[in-house]
């Protein structure tokens, strides 16, 4: 079955950082990948999403590319803020079929 | 945001009562998803709906049941409940109807519920 594996937390850094939250994925087929962020207190938000190998996706400065030779998803962001303080899943879904499988989460703390 | 309400937000119970948990939402979206949220596992899907009567099991559906008589509710029910079953749930829902692959599930803000 389809499988999510995301780097493990938790990660702090300071202010003005760069960010790599590593995502690696089994699944058959072309699956859709996504990121979801999860503020305190919250449900989870879509951060962006890719559907086809080397779709770059993209919000709020931060990308990820869809790189299907390596099976990997990684989430980065050149200048991290405390604002991005959260918790991050990286999941997938498959057209026609759409329940999601997700990572298990990366909390990210942002240090001023 | 997408009008997803969850209720109760919080709920602290007994070993052994019963608990329904519902989502209520205002998109007119197909389909609806109640996942739970646990420390190193991410979210796991409970149990799905793809319309009104229709539900399907997720990877742990054992010990809840849940049911959609109307578009815009589906409800979790934990018949008996049992300290394993204290976590954090989530709604979601999509519209898969909308074309194109990598259609976004949007949540709720959760409900977290306790069993002593």
């Known amino acids: 079955g389809d499988s999510v594996t995301q780097m493990e937390g938790p990660v702090t850094l300071s202010e003005e950082a760069f960010l790599t939250i590593n995502c690696t994925y089994t699944a058959t087929g072309y699956p859709s990948l996504f990121w979801y962020v999860q503020y305190p207190g919250e449900g989870l938000q879509l951060l962006l999403k890719a559907t086809k190998a080397d779709d770059k996706g993209s919000n709020k400065g931060f990308e990820a590319t869809y790189r299907k030779e390596t099976t990997s998803f990684h989430l980065e962001k050149g200048s991290v803020q405390v604002s991005d303080s959260a918790v991050y899943f990286c999941a997938l879904s498959h057209f026609g079929n759409e329940k999601l499988t997700f990572g298990t989460g990366t909390r990210l703390t942002i240090i001023p | 945001d997408a009008g997803i309400t969850q209720s109760p937000r919080h709920k602290v119970t007994e070993t052994g009562t019963p608990v329904t948990l519902r989502c209520h939402q205002t998109?007119?979206?197909?389909?609806m998803y109640w996942y739970r949220q646990d420390p190193g596992h991410g979210l796991r899907l409970i149990h799905y709906s793809y319309g009104v009567k229709d539900t399907d099991k997720g990877e742990v559906s054992d010990g809840y049941s849940v049911s959609r008589s109307k578009t815009e509710d589906f409800l979790l029910t934990l018949e008996s409940a049992t300290s394993s079953q204290t976590s954090v749930y989530f709604c979601?829902?999509?519209?898969?109807?909308?074309?194109?692959?990598?259609?976004?599930?949007?949540f709720g803000d959760g409900t977290r519920l306790s069993i002593l």
């Open positions: 979601a829902i999509s519209d898969p109807t909308k074309q194109g692959a990598g259609q976004p599930q949007h």
């Open positions: 998109e007119n979206h197909r389909y």
